[in-house]
C-alpha cells in the first residue's frame, strides 16, 4: 500500500476545543461504567466531513483540487458543543462523541454535501451514516464487560451550561493518516480558508 494515502477532510479545533474537550474527558471518568473507555489524545481530535480511505498517491493532488473548488464559495460559521452520543448507540456503544450544532445549520450542511460530492470519485468507502457533527473523545474497548453500562449511563448524562462552547470555524483541512504501533500519526496535506462572513 506504499502508494496508497489515506486521507480524509475535516475541521481542526483550535486550542479552547481541546481544552473544553479535556473538562469533559474529566467529568466523564466519573460516570459509571467509564473502565470500558479508552480517551482520545488531545492531539488526535478532529471532527471528519469526509473519510476518504486510501487514495492513489497520484491523485492527491487531484482529489485537493476538487476539495478546493468545493470549498471556494464557502463562508465561515460556528459550531456550538450539544449533546454527547455513541456510535452505534448507547446500548451498543462502541465510539464515544460529543456533538456540535452549528449557528448557521445551512452552511454546515452546504459545506458538508459539497465536499462529499466533490470527493466521491476518489472515496475507498461509503458511509452509510447520516451526518453528525462530532468529536470522538473516546473509544470502547473491546468486549469490555461494563461497555453497556457506561452506554446506558452517558445516555442520562447532560453537560452542564458552563461546559458550552463556540468554535469559529475559518479553515477545512486534507489530512493523511498513518496507522502505527504507537498510534495514528495525522500530517495536513492541504488547507483551504472559508470566506470571512465580512466578504459575503
Not at 488531545?42 to 487514495?55: A, D, I, M, P, R
Not at 453528525?132 to 464487560?145: D, E, F
Request: hydrophobic fraction near 45%; charge should be positive.
Amino acid at each position: 500500500m506504499s502508494d496508497m494515502r489515506r486521507v480524509f477532510v475535516a475541521l481542526e479545533p483550535d486550542a479552547a476545543v481541546r481544552a473544553a474537550v479535556e473538562r469533559v474527558q474529566a467529568r466523564l471518568r466519573y460516570v459509571p461504567g467509564a473502565s470500558a473507555v479508552r480517551w482520545t489524545r488531545l492531539e488526535h481530535l478532529h471532527l471528519t466531513l469526509l473519510f476518504l480511505g486510501n487514495v492513489a498517491r497520484e491523485r492527491v493532488a487531484e482529489l485537493a483540487e476538487a476539495l478546493g473548488t468545493a470549498c471556494n464559495d464557502k463562508s465561515e460559521f460556528a459550531l456550538q458543543t450539544g449533546q454527547l452520543g455513541c456510535f452505534p448507540s448507547f446500548k451498543k456503544p462502541s465510539v464515544v462523541w460529543l456533538g456540535f450544532e452549528a449557528d448557521d445549520a445551512q452552511a454546515l450542511f452546504h459545506l458538508h454535501d459539497s465536499i462529499a460530492l466533490a470527493g466521491k470519485p476518489y472515496c475507498e468507502m461509503r458511509d452509510r451514516r447520516e451526518f453528525v457533527a462530532h468529536l470522538t473523545v473516546g473509544r470502547i474497548k473491546p468486549g469490555h464487560r461494563s461497555a453497556k453500562l457506561f452506554g446506558t449511563s452517558l445516555q442520562a448524562h447532560s453537560l452542564p451550561r458552563e461546559s458550552v462552547l463556540v468554535w469559529p470555524i475559518k479553515s477545512v483541512f486534507l489530512v493523511e493518516s498513518e496507522l502505527r504501533a504507537e498510534g495514528p500519526r495525522y500530517t495536513v496535506l492541504n488547507t483551504w480558508r472559508l470566506a470571512p462572513l465580512a466578504n459575503r
